[in-house]
């Protein structure tokens, strides 16, 4: 399974190695660059073309300092390169290897490089991205260092033993390849570059198809690009294939960009690769091809070691078909072992998906029809209930439809005779109001005249006192 992480995220990452703390940030695609660690480029600039989504910039850090920097793959799980100074070598610590939680979960609250023991089942998808020591385990692979411990001095060198700084190396090959790079950048390229903090090294490996248990890619070649960047400046770069151990190919750091991704540009400007000096370049490849036939030279002043060496070498050869033989026998063990009990357990998770499945289902049916006949069993009563109801309220429907046609066929003669036997009654009970009214008529006429004379006679009285007040002398008050 491959993942790519998110590298637009950009945090620190810190390793606890010894008493100190080993750090290693992981760039964001939004920064420059390295960040810190642009010092350990030529002209602090990265080398261009390594463009992919899955390639992750990590600086590398030590005691909150830059160490050296570090493009990783997340699809091979293998670094790309390692950019490192030459430093004076320490004496060789306890190899102490480190896992980094955040290239597998960025969104995780651990940001220091740990032992993979310490973060099993905290860390989500562990492994996802990089390797782990599990993967070397009993695969007949080491875990070779880009950057070698070896040139670097006491932080520098605690800080190499990462896994994202690890490449699968067959132990003799690792042997090989630190041996001899070791010689090359002490004997070879360290004397001959005037500004000894002016010599950048890029130590870097191009995957393969072949994986490490089906996830770590094992390089089908190591190189090393060395770049003197000073008045008097030069290149160099160096090759060696897995297929054989012996060889150390030396040529142009444009000749070893063709053998890498297209694109590539390793050193800004080519490290003066135009205009390089000839002799300090001749004098170069001189010292290297003298530490490549160096183990040859030193046989022939010792017999005893030549012979010796002989031998090692041929039982080696003898050896290593039945050692493949044996690594591929345990290999397809492993897998056979692997895929029997996956097929086993793919097995019993389909038998008993199935089972349950129709455990669930049964269940789901019986609950369904007991819920059904429940439901049946408690509407009986109300049902009946229903219906007793229905049919008293029907018959009294019935008896009052009864009773109001027979109201209405009884309502017509009985009104009539009942009005017929009060008319006689309503009659004659008539006659007293009537007289009653007509004497009231007559009473109340003759009173009308009455009242009538009276008011006339009294207006003539009054008009004729009135006459005789106005004509007639007033006389005595007894006349």
């Known amino acids: ?33 390295f960040a810190e660690c642009n010092v350990f480029f030529p002209g602090q600039v990265p080398p261009e073309g390594f463009t992919e989504p899955f390639h992750v910039k990590i600086c590398q850090q030590y005691n909150k300092e830059p160490r050296f920097a570090t493009l990783y ?29 955040q290239i597998d979960d960025p969104e995780n609250d651990l940001h220091e490089m740990v032992h993979e023991a310490d973060i099993v089942g905290i860390v ?30 006491e932080d520098f060198q605690v800080a190499t033993y990462t896994l994202t700084n690890a490449v699968p190396l067959s132990p003799s090959l690792s042997k090989s390849w630190h041996r001899d790079i070791g010689r090359v950048v002490e004997q070879a390229l360290v004397p001959h570059c005037s500004k000894k903090d ?23 070649t190591l190189w090393l690009a060395a770049c003197c960047d000073a008045p008097e400046g030069w290149s160099l770069g160096l090759v060696k294939k897995m297929n054989d151990e012996i060889s150390l190919v030396d040529l142009t750091v444009g000749e070893l960009e063709k053998q890498l991704l297209a694109g590539v540009h390793l050193f800004k400007g080519k490290c003066g690769e135009d205009n390089k000096n000839q002799e300090k370049t001749e004098a170069i490849l001189q010292a290297v091809s003298q530490i490549r036939s160096g183990e040859q030279v030193g046989a022939s002043d010792n017999q005893e070691a030549k012979d010796g060496g002989l031998v090692r070498r041929v039982a080696g050869i003898i ?30 998770k389909r038998v008993g998906g199935a089972v349950l499945d129709g455990l669930y289902s049964l269940w789901n049916g019986v609950v369904s029809y007991l ?17 007793i109801i229905n049919i008293f309220l029907g018959f009294l429907q019935i008896v009052q439809d009864v009773a109001s046609l027979t ?61 005789v007040k106005r004509f007639v002398p007033k006389g005595s008050s007894d006349d």
């Open 1 to 33: 399974r491959e993942c790519t992480m998110k590298t637009s995220i950009v945090f620190l990452l810190c390793i606890t190695v010894f008493p100190g703390f080993s750090q290693g940030r992981v760039v964001g695609e939004d920064e420059t660059g």
């Open 73 to 101: 793959s997340t699809k091979d799980k293998i670094p790309l390169y390692s950019a490192f100074k030459y430093t004076k070598p320490a004496q060789n610590k306890e190899e102490n290897w480190l896992v980094e939680p």
């Open 124 to 153: 989500a998808n562990l492994g996802a991205n990089q390797a782990l020591t599990s993967d070397y385990v009993g695969s007949g692979y080491e875990r070779g260092l880009l950057n070698p411990s070896l040139l670097n001095e």
């Open 198 to 220: 002016h010599l950048y090294l890029l130590a870097g490996a191009i995957p393969s198809s072949v994986r490490v248990k089906g996830k770590v890619s094992v390089p089908e």
């Open 319 to 348: 050896a290593t078909p039945f050692i493949k033989i044996l690594e591929l026998l345990i290999y397809v063990f492993v897998e056979l072992v692997k895929f029997v009990f996956y097929f086993l357990w793919l097995v019993i």
């Open 371 to 387: 819920k059904a006949i429940s439901m049946v069993l408690i509407s009986i009563p109300y049902d009946v209930g229903r219906v």
């Open 407 to 467: 109201y209405r066929i009884l309502r017509i003669p009985v009104g009539f005779v009942l009005h017929l036997a009060a008319f006689p009654y309503e009659s004659i009970c008539a006659i007293p109001s009537v007289l009653k009214d007509m004497a009231t008529g007559i009473g109340g006429t003759f009173s009308l005249v009455i009242d009538a004379t009276g008011t006339l006679l009294h207006g003539f009285y009054y008009l004729a006192c009135h006459i």
